[in-house]
């Protein structure tokens, strides 16, 4: 009996301390629960936040190839642009279309020889391509035409002209009569204006321009042209967009142009490249500046990514020690 009260006090020391350790047994395994539903909550954030920048990553590549191609094309349209600049310009240095004593004397003017010779009408003239062809049609036989400051002055260089070796054409710069009109054209509905309403020149060579083209209409057909040279008389020429012409004596021009026309053509041409190819100079610093800013917007989050993969890797590697920690745990629970 002594015997089984000595066991019995043992087994009741055991049951308490059993009991005591089955507490502590199971707060560990409540915290470790905790522990891995956070860690679990953790991973699947990482991963939520993972496949986010993986999918913005997709979506930037894609921006990113297409701003590429617009690129490339832009580089080769500034190319091409670029190409015809230099052949333009190489034949407005080498005054294509210009008769050899025009030439002449315009050099000679440059170098100061002549200085009462300030150019061709091609010169001073200036309009968009789109009315380049009807504005040539209108100074058709005069747009090689040197402009002179004055008459006295011109015949005082009377051995300039003997001896250019071809014929050449002058205009003065000072009408002898003012420019007067009266006609109200707004009456006449398929007369788009006057031609010089579609040209640009420096002010002072105003008086010259309306001279030249004051009287000469714009409408929009030589049918029309026609038609009006009966009403108006012989007070007016007309031009048509395509480039054909009636005169006040009644003359009709059609077909092409010649060279010495062209030259306004060539100039409207080259300052319409020119704003071609800054406007193409500035969408492709732009499109180069998103590329730029596309790729360093992918290293970031390349970088975001590998870190995210890291915190996974880790946040793995904590949620298997605490689940081996677990197993352990219930085995002594048990």
């Known amino acids: 009996r002594d015997n089984l009260n ?3 006090e043992r087994l009741s020391g055991r049951v308490s301390q059993t009991k ?39 979506k930037i590549d894609t921006v990113l190839a297409q701003n590429n191609d617009r690129l490339a094309e832009a580089k080769e349209v500034r190319i091409a642009v670029k190409s015809e600049i230099n052949v333009l310009t190489d034949m407005e240095s080498r005054r294509e279309g210009l008769g050899s004593a025009v030439k002449d004397i315009l050099a000679r003017s440059r170098q100061g020889q002549d200085s009462c010779f300030e150019g061709i009408i091609a010169d001073i003239v200036r309009t968009g391509p789109e009315y380049a062809g009807a504005i040539e049609a209108a100074l058709e036989g ?68 309306w001279s030249l083209l004051g009287r000469v209409l714009l409408v929009d057909s030589l049918e029309t042209a026609v038609e009006l040279s009966v009403k108006l008389g012989s007070r007016y020429s007309f031009v048509t967009i395509e480039g054909q012409a009636l005169d006040n004596t009644g003359l009709i021009c059609a077909g092409p142009l010649g060279e010495a026309a062209g030259l306004i053509s060539r100039k409207s041409r080259l300052s319409q490249l020119g704003a071609e190819l800054e406007e193409v100079s500035r969408r492709i610093a732009q499109l180069q500046e998103k590329v730029s800013k596309d790729i360093q917007q992918n290293e970031h989050l390349e970088k975001l990514c590998k870190d995210f993969r890291t915190s996974v890797y880790e946040a793995n590697t904590e949620k298997t020690n605490v689940t081996s920690q ?4 219930e085995q002594n629970i048990k």
């Open 6 to 8: 000595g066991q019995k």
């Open 20 to 58: 005591q350790q089955l507490e502590e047994l199971l707060g560990k395994k409540a915290q470790n629960q905790a522990r891995l539903g956070d860690i679990n909550k953790v991973i699947a954030q990482l991963q939520e936040s993972l496949q986010s920048r993986r999918e913005q990553i997709e």
């Open 142 to 209: 005069r747009t090689d035409a040197i402009i002179v400051s004055n008459y006295q002055e011109f015949l005082k260089n009377k051995q300039v002209y003997d001896s250019a070796g071809g014929r050449v054409k002058f205009i003065c710069a000072e009408p002898s009569e003012p420019f007067v009109e009266t006609e109200d054209l707004s009456k006449y509905p398929n007369v788009r204006g006057r031609m010089i309403e579609f040209a640009e020149y420096p002010p002072e060579y105003s008086a010259m321009m």
């Open 326 to 329: 677990m197993s352990i745990i």
